[in-house]
């Protein structure tokens, strides 16, 4: 899966009392009947659910520099070549391996501009133009679906001749479970939240009018990483920390106001 998704902004009020409807007086429709204001209790609850990951995504690739662009190119196409090879053996399906970046960079070496000569004096020999180089470099982005194989993963990389290792994340493939824990846990902080201040105010709640999503919170963002073509770390790959990741989402409920009984009229003897 990729992380993402579509936010929605709005301007939240954690709680507030009001009214549903237009104007202090009725208003007759085509039916004929008055619109009346709903007394309404308006909350936000909060929710939140962890999981361990079971997913791991980096970008990793190689750089070259050389006197031509052909020359820079075969050296960064072998080397990929190896890196891919080196992971499909690992396991990593071609599904998994994506192309993120390739370009092509002229690398022109400072020049310091020549000091001013007198007049008189002869121009002295104009020095030899700087070579220029070309910088080719490869990205691939890796979905490693083992998340126990993400150390060996980019110790594989780096031995077949990555010399960039970049964005390391872990996250949850199938994220619909989560979000409904933290969807219901949400709508539960709402109604707690609700019959604690209708408690305050002397209310009681009514039915819910309306429910909505505001917001929710994919899984914790990449971590950056470089490693050079000669990293070891031994052990099968470097260090990495998985975590726990967390989705948390919000939910804006609206309660309706239960109308009080009208006060008993006081009988004659």
Not at 172 to 193: C, G, N
Not at 227 to 250: F, R
Request: hydrophobic share 45%; charged share 20%; with cysteine.
């Amino acid at each position: 899966m990729r992380f993402g998704s579509v936010l929605a902004f709005v301007l939240l009020v954690p709680a507030s009392f009001g009214l549903l409807g237009c104007g202090a007086g009725p208003h007759h429709g085509s039916r004929g009947a008055p619109h009346q204001a709903i007394r309404h209790i308006t909350v936000v609850g909060q929710g939140e659910a962890k999981g361990s990951p079971d997913i791991a995504r980096t970008s990793l690739g190689v750089e070259a520099s050389a006197a031509t662009v052909e020359e820079a190119m075969n050296q960064t196409s072998a080397r990929m070549k190896a890196i891919m090879g080196a992971l499909k053996k690992l396991g990593i399906e071609d599904k998994d391996l994506q192309t993120a970046n390739f370009s092509i960079q002229v690398e022109r070496p400072y020049v310091e501009p020549p000091m001013p000569m007198p007049a008189a004096a002869p121009s002295p020999a104009a020095p030899p133009a700087p070579a220029v180089k070309y910088r080719v470099s490869n990205t691939v982005e890796v979905t490693i679906r083992d998340v126990s194989k993400a150390s060996q993963v980019l110790q594989a990389a780096v031995d077949a001749g990555a010399n960039n290792v970049w964005s390391v994340s872990f996250g949850i493939d199938e994220t619909k479970p989560l979000e409904a824990a933290a969807r219901e846990k949400a709508v539960a902080d709402a109604k707690a939240r609700a019959e604690a201040l209708a408690k305050l105010a002397g209310l009681e709640l009514g039915p819910v009018i309306s429910v909505s999503e505001v917001i929710g919170r994919g899984p914790i963002g990449p971590m950056p990483m470089f490693a050079s073509a000669e990293a070891k770390w031994g052990g099968g790959g470097p260090p990495l920390a998985p975590g726990e990741v967390t989705y948390s989402t919000s939910i804006e409920v609206v309660f309706g106001i239960k109308k009080a009984p009208a006060p008993a009229e006081a009988k004659d003897d």
